[in-house]
């Protein structure tokens, strides 16, 4: 999950085309490029592209380079996304404003193209060890899923979404029956491979992309299920039923089977419907515990 590397892609806005189009093939040996050749069409790339380096000329007509700056860091599609300002050596003023902007660096024009390729190369460094870091931040260390820390971001943030929009939100809490009496008799390594394997088959039975699974506590997993309703939550809360029992892991110290199990409690409610997220959750773990008194095992909706 942490390995994947993809290219990197960096936009380049500049007024005159050969400008960009040499800047472009300058750099094009570290990353992909587009090119805009005015402040209005690079706002728009800068929104579909989803560049992680933006490589902005100051001097441009209309929409000038420090305008469009100011509107890329108001919007939060596009606010994260470091900026380099270009503007030609006789307007090197622009550099002090432009720093103080909060823009990532600044190359003066005309350009040195080794220097150019230095600093596009450092910055698109900086940004992959960001990724990798806010990666790391979210995912859960053993089962590489995402981590409790992500899932209470992701569900205030869906929350209020559902809200705007007047859908419902879907939860399905899970916890591995008994085990402790499978850590007991088969050890710790075992339990944590056992724990990699229930998070990988929760994950496959996730439908939706907007779907997530997150590792709760130590054998507590949870699913976050925007737009969805309770009879959504819990036909996957079943999935994941037949997805574990497909596993056969052998556990002799159960109380339900002789194999893994888990039980599950599923809640569902329209932000209205609810005094927020935590009471959401609370119902959902409050169905858990149903289904861990009524034998383990089930599901509790
Ligand atoms: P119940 O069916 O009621 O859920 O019983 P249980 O034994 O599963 O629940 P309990 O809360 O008593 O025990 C949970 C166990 O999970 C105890 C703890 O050692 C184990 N555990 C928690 N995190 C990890 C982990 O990362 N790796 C391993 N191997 N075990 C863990
Ligand atoms: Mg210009
Ligand atoms: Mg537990
Ligand atoms: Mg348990």
């Keep these: 999950m942490l390995a994947t ?14 400008n960009a189009t040499l800047i472009a093939s300058v750099i094009s040996t570290l990353c992909e490029v587009q ?32 305008e469009l700056f100011r509107r890329l860091k108001s919007e939060p599609r596009t606010a994260h996304i470091p900026v380099i300002f270009l503007t030609a050596i006789s307007d ?7 720093l103080n ?11 040195r193209t080794a220097v150019l390729l230095a600093r596009v190369r450092n910055h698109l460094e900086l940004v992959r060890q960001r990724h990798l870091l806010e990666r790391l931040s979210h995912s859960d260390g053993l089962t590489g899923i995402a981590n409790r820390r992500y899932f209470n971001t992701m569900l205030s943030r869906e929350f209020s979404r ?55 506590g130590g054998e ?34 159960a109380q339900a089977t002789d194999f893994v199990t888990v039980s599950m409690g599923v809640a569902a409610a329209t932000p209205q419907e609810v005094p927020g997220s935590h009471q959401l959750l609370a119902l959902a773990d409050a169905r858990l515990y149903r289904a861990k008194r009524g034998g383990r095992n089930r599901i509790i909706s």
């Design 5 to 18: 590397t993809h290219a990197q892609k960096v936009l380049v806005i500049d007024d005159v085309e050969m």
């Design 35 to 66: 090119t805009a050749t005015s402040g209005t069409e690079g706002l728009q790339l800068a929104l579909q592209y989803n560049p992680d380096l933006i490589l902005l000329d100051v001097l441009m007509p209309g929409m000038d380079g420090f």
């Design 92 to 98: 090197m003023s622009a550099e002090e404003v432009g």
């Design 101 to 111: 902007m909060g823009a990532a660096d600044f190359i003066a024009k005309p350009f």
């Design 162 to 216: 559902m809200q705007r929009q007047n859908q419902p939100l879907g939860l399905v809490m899970i916890d591995v029956d008994d085990f402790k009496a499978f850590n007991d008799h088969y050890g710790h390594l075992r339990g944590d491979e056992c724990l990699q394997l229930v998070a990988q088959a929760i994950a496959q039975c996730l439908q939706r992309p907007g779907d997530m699974v997150a590792r709760y």
């Design 220 to 253: 507590e997993f949870v699913c976050l299920l925007p737009n969805t309703p309770v009879s959504g939550a819990l036909k996957l809360a079943h999935d994941i039923q037949t997805a574990i029992a497909g596993l056969q892991m052998p556990h002799v110290q």
